[in-house]
């Protein structure tokens, strides 16, 4: 891994979040009329972000964390069974620990992978068959779906009454890959009875997994975000001795600890931000540096992966101030000079732009070609066209729909999608990606290869997490009501003109699309040419956009976000907690 270049300070892309209707503005030469979308400052101050201290930066708790980790590896290797071990490493993912324990996980699961011919002992244990397929397939083990048949009828009925069972079938059928029909029945199956569960039994701790897993399954959430919430449940747990207080006191000093790195990140970006910003005279775009951090910070949590972190905070930032050029503030003329110049990537053409496009490029120019200068230093390896291309695509696709917007165009649904996941800002964010995130000793010429013929891959890693991040942005969208059909056309739209839908059933049918490409993602990360680091961030690129918008818009100063921001950057876990 490389380190982060000396410097001064050693989103992707949604749709207008606005206070109000856009109205006219006039530029800064008073010579053209402009959209403005009326943005809110953050509610991130940059002070506030400075400031933000924390007692765990202090080598005591560090050395009772190692301590405590000890503990927990001496559990692992005293569980005697396969089924305790499963439940463990189960544990171990959810507090978002795991991480400490690879080499103990791997050894557990080659064992439990060994053995999976003939399964389990327990082999009317739906729970075990269940948590065994999930934590397996997760791992990239292969396993078949098929297993499950054992608990239907002749008529391919479920016939199971074991609620805890059903939960575990449930999160399991999250890992499905196209043509497992099974895992969908199994789906369906699960999700009416314990529905119908929680309605009876709402105060009971199992209906509280329940209704967090009926919301988002585990396999579209990312452990460091939801490590708090399983921390407060395992600490009510602890009290009848069903989880340890020493793995529960790890997690939570764990989590804080590496919280002081997150907000170290934070300040870096934030610094950077406003340098950037006010410097640059950009504040014509959204004011967001939390929350384009938090994408960074959701894709790689890891202590080692700050520079990570970091630059694709001003990836996702960039994403956002030309997203908003796109949507917002450019004329069609300006915007069409501004693709060109993207897409010849030399400063001597950015003469023909006018003044806020030269700072915008400008900006852009010297931060990707920074980080691509580090990376030639460390391998030797040219990046620079890969990243030329990435945002000479984004910015074409913004053209493209920029076009559509002034010419009252709505696409069809086809016609949106081939657009739409690049404009989303997720090839970018991953092409990036792909080089920051790894060991740079070997750059993998098939992995670049596949990078370079993104758009000639339907099944492409790229490709689908970018479709799940659009067709979640835009059933948020919908969620919260955004129904603003003068906008750029969205899915919704262009499915309701194309075959007269109701909005309902454009909501259902792009949910089930978004389902069905998350097939698609699991098979292709499971044969996948890219090493794990990097289908690891892809699949979390996409759980991000679950997660951003689980309640609306997560990326436009959404409250359940913010809150959660606050949990996971701003306060440290106290001994017990009150996150439900």
């Known amino acids: 891994m490389i380190s982060p270049p000396q410097t001064k300070h050693s989103v992707l892309r949604v749709q207008c979040s606005t206070s109000s209707t856009p109205h006219f503005v006039s530029d800064q030469n008073n010579t053209t009329l402009r959209r403005s979308a009326n943005y809110q400052p953050s509610s991130w101050r940059y002070e506030h972000i400075q400031s933000i201290s924390s007692e765990y930066e202090k080598e005591s708790h560090a050395e009772e964390r190692d301590e405590l980790k000890e503990q927990v590896r001496m559990m692992i290797s005293q569980l005697t069974n396969d089924l305790e071990k499963l439940e463990f490493i189960d544990v171990l993912q959810k507090l978002g620990v795991s991480d400490h324990f690879v080499l103990e996980i791997k050894n557990v699961l080659q064992h439990v992978s060994a053995q999976s011919k003939h399964m389990l002992k327990a082999k009317n244990d739906l729970h075990t068959y269940a948590l065994q397929f999930r934590i397996l397939r997760q791992h990239g083990y292969d396993v078949s779906a098929e297993i499950f048949t054992s608990f239907q009828d002749e008529k391919r009925n479920f016939v199971w009454d074991d609620i805890k069972g059903m939960l575990s079938l449930y999160e399991a059928s999250f890992h499905s890959m196209e043509g497992e029909t099974i895992l969908e029945e199994a789906r369906d199956f699960c999700s009416i009875h314990l529905k119908q569960f929680v309605k009876e039994n709402k105060d009971s701790e199992i209906s509280i997994m329940i209704s967090h897993a009926l919301e988002l399954p585990l396999h579209w959430r990312i452990p460091r975000l939801e490590a708090p919430w399983f921390i407060d449940l395992f600490q009510r747990r602890s009290n009848n001795n069903d989880v340890s207080p020493a793995l529960i006191k790890f997690a939570r000093l764990d989590f804080n600890i590496l919280q002081v790195t997150h907000q170290q990140d934070l300040k870096y970006t934030s610094r950077w931000w406003k340098e950037i910003r006010d410097g640059q005279k950009l504040s014509f775009a959204r004011d967001m540096p939390t929350e384009n951090f938090f994408w960074g910070l959701g894709m790689a949590s890891q202590p080692e992966l700050s520079y990570f972190r970091r630059e694709m905070t001003k990836i996702t930032s960039f994403i956002t101030i030309i997203d908003d050029i796109y949507d917002v503030y450019g004329t069609l003329q300006e915007l069409e000079l501004f693709t060109h110049v993207v897409h010849r990537w030399d400063i001597e053409t950015m003469d023909i732009l006018p003044n806020y496009m030269k700072k915008c490029f400008l900006a852009l120019y010297n931060s990707v070609n920074e980080v691509a200068s580090a990376i030639f230093k460390h391998t030797g390896f040219d990046i620079i066209p890969y990243l030329k291309k990435a945002w ?42 792909y080089f920051l995130i790894q060991d740079y000793a070997i750059i993998r010429p098939q992995g670049v290869q596949y990078l370079q013929g993104q758009q000639e891959y339907p099944n492409n890693i790229i490709r689908l997490s970018s479709t799940i991040v659009r067709l979640a942005n835009d059933l948020a969208s919908y969620k919260i009501g955004d129904h603003n059909y003068d906008d750029v056309a969205k899915s919704l739209k262009c499915f309701m003109n194309e075959t007269g839908a109701s909005e309902e059933e454009a909501y259902e049918y792009v949910y089930t699309l978004m389902c069905q490409t998350w097939k698609k993602l ?36 959404d409250s359940h976000t913010n809150l959660r921001m606050i949990s996971l950057l701003d306060h440290p876990i106290p001994i017990t907690s009150t996150n439900y």
Not at 414 to 431: C, D, K, M, R
Not at 522 to 532: K, L, Q, T, Y
Not at 535 to 549: D, F, K, P, V
């Open 392 to 433: 000479g695509d984004l910015c074409q696709s913004y053209l493209i729909e920029a076009k559509w917007y002034y010419n009252g165009h709505v696409p069809s649904m086809q016609e949106y999608l081939e657009n739409s996941w690049i404009s989303v800002g997720g090839p970018v964010a991953l092409v990036q990606g």
């Open 522 to 557: 699991n098979e292709a990360v499971h044969n996948s040419v890219f090493p794990p680091s990097f289908t690891e961030i892809a699949m979390n690129l996409a759980r991000m956009a679950q997660y951003m918008y689980q309640h609306g818009d997560g990326h436009g100063e």
